[in-house]
């Protein structure tokens, strides 16, 4: 099994950045995928950004493209979200959430293991 930690939220301007870590222990190796997922209030979880722990390989939601970075240090076991350019609408509660056996994966059901979740909220 691994165990996520997620840090790194707050409250910022519009406009601002914030970088959000997301810490794994365990079973952490090359066969990891780690996804970012955000849920604002009266909201389904929705899909931000994926990488696999291997190579590297990366995916967005549009919404995010062009704004959010994702990536990974393999020796810290950490995964960071860079978000640049927040808007209020990035308001909400901000996972990590993995899964085994590699790949790229952007629904929520496909991930097994879960962070308890970081808040980020944007005021305009």
């Known amino acids: 099994q691994v165990q996520l930690v997620e840090s790194g939220g707050g409250l910022v301007q519009a406009g601002d950045s914030l970088r959000l870590s997301c810490l794994a222990s365990g079973r952490t190796y090359s066969g990891l995928t780690i996804g970012w997922f955000r849920q604002a209030p009266g909201k389904e979880r929705e899909f931000v950004t994926v990488?696999?722990?291997?190579?590297?390989?990366?995916y967005y939601a549009d919404s995010v493209k062009g704004r959010f970075t994702i990536s990974r240090d393999s020796a810290k076991n950490t995964v960071y979200l860079q978000m640049n350019s927040l808007k209020p609408e990035d308001t909400a509660i901000y996972f990590c959430a993995a899964r085994y056996y590699g790949g790229i994966y952007y629904r929520s059901h496909e991930y097994a293991y879960w962070g308890q979740g970081t808040q980020v909220t944007v005021s305009s």
């Open positions: 990488i696999t722990w291997s190579g590297g390989s990366t």
